[in-house]
């Protein structure tokens, strides 16, 4: 279904987002329009932060960051930041926990390995993939930051298998929807529909969809809409998981505009707008595109003062304004292997590349390899074949 097809009705404010679900009775599962709607009020909120606990890490080997917050004098109260919990069952990874604000509380050597420690930590928790309720006959856990670097390995994590209930679902308003037949017959039948979801997608003023993200339809009411004539607001009682923080309007703001046609208009945000504006592109960027190779590309590298900086300069300069070639290292990774419109080898020329490597020379991805993430983004580079001019 072509989103611009749908972005137009007779009324003096514009059609701004769509309710999309996949039609269950056709034979090719074509996407089918449910509603256009002019406004949606609950589509930024900021992620709600999980009850704190209290978690020791049993027998830790601290790498990296970690490793600095285990050795300063004051490491009582050392920040850790958000950190991700891998549970393997000495074959392969069965289960996922993120550590949300970690902070250290207490240390002390390890009882059966004195070169190990013991760590009291508060975080809050959050369950994240893996059936597994329970520690494997043999497990291992591995240690991640935020930046997915590793973080170390320990023992055993006292306290990481605690039941937990789910987080409340948060609400979203559809205001000023025009619905169409299938979302009338949820509202004539709502608890029928209270396990099923849609899409909502974003529409930017040309009507192009700049993002997706998945609603539910547990509807916890319909009205008259608050903008007259036959239209409704309709509230869904669950909103979704990953909407953007309301810090990122301003990044969507600009989207709305049109897709970027300038360099560099991610550069005057901080980086959680950089972490935004690639998940932008990331949403442009939804089918895989035939690969070039060959050629020059240059890389603007005056604005890339952290991690999400490097990655939104590393698109554009490969793909244009706006464009797509990773959101992080694996993602990154990915691209090189091909299928998102450049492929190695080619040459990349990256000027400025001294405010990447003095901005990222703390930022360390693999410990045991000892590089900075500049170094390391140019290394793999180098290794998948790009001749890479630095400067």
Not at 254 to 266: K, L
Request: charge should be negative; glycine fraction near 12%; include cysteine.
């Amino acid at each position: 279904m072509q989103s611009k097809d749908h972005a137009v009705w007779d009324r003096i404010f514009p059609v701004k987002y769509l309710l999309v679900r996949e039609d269950e009775e056709g034979e090719d599962g074509e996407e089918q329009l449910w509603a256009r709607c002019a406004a949606v009020e609950g589509l930024f909120v900021g992620p709600v932060p999980p009850p704190r606990e209290v978690l020791t890490l049993r027998g830790y080997a601290p790498a990296g960051s970690s490793r600095d917050a285990m050795i300063r004098p004051e490491a009582a109260a050392g920040l850790l930041g958000d950190m991700l919990i891998e549970v393997s069952d000495g074959t392969q990874p069965v289960g996922w926990w993120e550590l949300v604000d970690a902070v250290v509380l207490a240390q002390h050597p390890c009882r059966t390995d004195p070169s190990l420690v013991d760590v009291v930590m508060g975080a809050g928790v959050k369950k994240l993939e893996g059936g597994v309720r329970t520690p494997p006959a043999s497990p291992r856990f591995e240690l991640f930051t935020g930046m997915n670097a590793t973080a170390g390995h320990c023992l055993a994590v006292e306290g990481l298998f605690t039941p937990r209930q789910d987080p409340a679902k948060i609400p979203m308003e559809l205001i000023g929807c025009e619905p169409t037949e299938p979302l009338l017959s949820v509202l004539r039948r709502p608890s029928r529909w209270e396990r099923a979801g849609a899409e909502l997608w974003t529409l930017d003023r040309t009507g192009r969809t700049m993002a997706r993200h998945f609603v539910g339809l547990g509807i916890d009411g319909a009205r008259p809409s608050v903008l007259g004539g036959a239209l409704i607001d309709i509230t869904l009682t669950d909103g979704g998981d990953n909407r953007p923080s309301p810090a990122t309007r301003t990044v969507w703001e600009s989207w709305y505009q049109g897709f970027p046609t300038a360099p560099n208009q991610w550069a005057p945000y901080a980086s959680q707008g950089r972490a935004e504006w690639l998940r932008l592109t990331l949403q442009a960027t939804r089918a895989r595109y035939p690969d070039r190779s060959g050629g020059v590309h240059h890389l603007d590298g005056r604005y890339i003062t952290d991690v999400p900086g490097l990655h939104c300069a590393l698109g554009e300069a490969l793909t244009g304004p706006g464009g797509y070639f990773g959101w992080g290292w694996d993602a990154f990774r990915d691209c090189l292997c091909g299928g998102f419109g450049v492929a190695p080898p080619f040459t990349l020329i990256w000027h400025d590349a001294g405010t990447a490597r003095r901005a990222l020379a703390d930022v360390v991805y693999d410990p045991e390899e000892g590089l900075s993430y500049f170094e390391e983004v140019v290394q793999t580079l180098e290794r998948s074949r790009v001749t890479v001019v630095l400067e």
